[in-house]
């Protein structure tokens, strides 16, 4: 088992940046893939960005690509989501989850997930 505690949200106006960090409890993080994945209101959670065991492989939204970077740090068992040029369309609570199995898209195949952290944009 696993816990994961998301942190960094927050307010910015459009064109701002944020950091988000999630932090990892339990059994060796990296055993797990990680991902971030993102809900607005009235909508379905989405995917926003992915990373490897050990990083060498990312996968991210065609929507974040050039704006948003993922990454992790094994040695402080915390995967980054750094946000650049942000919009207000990306408005919305943003997840962190953990695969045991191997590097996904699907929000289905992630099999811990943390409480979410708020990000508004403003216009």
């Known amino acids: 088992q696993v816990q994961l505690v998301e942190s960094g949200g927050g307010l910015v106006q459009a064109g701002g940046s944020l950091r988000l960090s999630c932090a990892a409890s339990?059994?060796?993080?990296?055993?797990?893939?990680m991902g971030w994945f993102r809900q607005a209101p009235g909508k379905e959670r989405e995917f926003v960005a992915a990373?490897?065991?050990?990083?060498?492989?990312?996968y991210s939204a065609d929507s974040v690509k050039g704006r948003f970077t993922i990454s992790r740090d094994n040695a402080k068992n915390t995967v980054y989501l750094q946000m650049n040029s942000l919009k207000p369309e990306d408005t919305a609570v943003y997840y962190c989850?953990?695969?045991?199995?191997?590097?996904?898209?699907?929000?289905?195949?992630?099999?811990?997930w943390g409480q979410g952290t708020q990000v508004t944009v403003s216009s």
């Open positions: 990373i490897s065991r050990s990083a060498g492989i990312t």
């Open positions: 339990g059994r060796t993080f990296s055993s797990y893939a």
């Open positions: 989850a953990a695969s045991l199995r191997y590097l996904s898209r699907r929000s289905d195949e992630y099999d811990y």
